[in-house]
């Protein structure tokens, strides 16, 4: 199994703004992503789990257990209510958005990588995000 806890650097992405565009996001808020070039922090405290997305704007930081429903606060104020499993090497959390709109990220890790799909479940949009791991 590969080892999840670590420091992952963005170094590019595929079709992040046609994806964020489906779902509604705003032009600039879309532009301002697809430029962004975040760190993800992964921590296991025992049980619980903390995932750190960090950006030169915000850091924005979620808790979980496995199997257990967290709420993630998103810009613009919407509330993604989320559970997140281990699938063998990898997260998979399941997003539900306040009209119903499910998305599926799944984190998959290798020695070296994380890479990072987003799949919306009623359009099958799909965007992929590839990090490198620094620590």
Known sequence: MA????KYQHERSENLDE???TLGVPFIARKMMSVSNPRIEIIQDEDEWTLKN???IRTQEVKFKFGEEYEEFMPFGVVLK???NL?????????????????????????????????QEKNG????????RIE
């Open 3 to 6: 080892k999840i806890v670590g």
């Open 19 to 21: 994806y964020f565009r």
């Open 54 to 56: 960090i950006t030169m």
């Open 82 to 84: 989320n559970t997140t």
């Open 87 to 119: 699938e063998g090497d990898c997260l998979v959390t399941i997003s539900t958005g306040p009209d119903g709109t499910k998305v599926n990220r799944k984190y998959q890790f290798s020695d070296d990588r994380m890479i990072l799909t987003m799949t």
């Open 125 to 132: 949009v799909t965007c992929t995000r590839f990090f490198k």
